[in-house]
Each structure stands twice: as C-alpha cells, then as structure tokens.
C-alpha cells in the first residue's frame, strides 16, 4: 500500500509543470563551465556570449537518457532558427558527465550544432535553483532566456522535454521582434 502510494505520488510530481525559480526580469548568474561541441573540449562563458546577443541557457538531468536524448535532438535540429535569430544556444547537465563528449557529438542527440557543459556537483543549476528534486545531484529541465544585459528574458521547467525549443524559440524571437 505504501509503496503504490509513494509511486501514485512520484507520478503526480513528475506529471505537473514546476515552476523555474528565477523569474522574467531576475539577474542571470555569470558562469563559466567546461564542455563539449562536437566532441571536442571548450570553455563556456556566460559574460561572453551574452555580448553576442541573448543566450538560451538549457538544463538537462543527464546525457544518455531518453528525455535528455530528445530534447538534444529537438535543439540541434533548431538550431539554425536560434542562430538566425542572434541567440547562443547552451545546454548543461549535472548527469552523467563521463558521457558529454560523446553525447555531445552524437548525429542522434546534440550532432555538434551546440555546446554542452558539464556541472559538476550541479553548481550551475544551484544558482539557478534548477536542482531535479528527485535527484539533487542532477540537474532539472529548465529553460532559460537571457538577454545581452544579463537579465531573465523567460523561463520554463517541465520534465517533458517537447515544449522546451518551442517555449524558448518563441521568447528569442519576441526578443528580437523588439530590436
């Protein structure tokens, strides 16, 4: 009984869209983080690619998992529309880091159209409190938008991984709209 409680609640958690905590107009911490782009080793700073234009911020829980694996996938096969739209595009992930290079340049997933960085001890995720609650040493899905000066443009969060291009997409767009 207890079991299939715990499970009926687990369930329910996993259904319902959480809420990412920072919000539309909050500060965007800087960081910098190591990844991958094409399986290839590269340094990511924040500061820096914001002075392009604004930056999808994208958090993952894991490379190698079937969520994470579709969502990669659902980026990189966008991200043209970002770029033409003057937006950076990064994933990051506090899970399975051993598998970031790989995943990184994997025709089924990232295919090297985007980096992805690691998050060791989820550092990243903590700043922008998107912790996977089930899992505190991994990261949630959450998406973000950050304009050049640094501040939230959009926020989204939800394990469902099919909204994310489109949620954020859209905000990069209205983003541009307004130039």
């Known amino acids: ?10 369930a329910a958690l996993c259904a319902t869209p959480a809420f990412a905590a920072l919000k539309t107009g909050d500060k965007a911490p800087d960081f910098t ?14 500061a820096d690619a914001r002075k392009k234009g604004p930056v999808v911020l994208y958090f993952f829980p894991a490379a190698e998992t079937k969520g ?3 969502e990669a996938k659902m980026f990189a096969d966008a991200s043209d529309q970002f770029k033409a739209a003057g937006a950076t ?16 340049a994997d025709t089924e997933k990232c295919s ?4 992805v960085a690691a998050d060791p001890g989820a550092k990243i995720a903590k ?3 998107s912790v996977l609650a089930m899992k505190p040493d991994w990261s949630d899905r959450t998406s973000y938008v950050i ?3 640094g501040t939230i443009l959009h926020a989204y969060t939800k394990l469902d991984p099919t909204e994310h291009v489109s949620e954020t997409l859209t905000a990069v767009k209205a983003f541009k709209a307004k130039k």
């Open 112 to 115: 090297g159209r985007f980096p």
């Open 147 to 149: 304009a050049p000066n």
């Open 33 to 46: 983080a190591d990844g991958y782009q094409a399986g290839k080793p590269l340094h990511f700073s924040l």
């Open 1 to 10: 009984m207890r079991l299939a409680f715990a499970a009926a609640t687990l």
């Open 89 to 104: 595009l990064i994933g990051v992930t506090a899970g399975n880091l051993d598998k970031l290079a790989s995943f990184s």
């Open 127 to 129: 700043q922008y409190d």
């Open 68 to 70: 994470c694996n579709i």
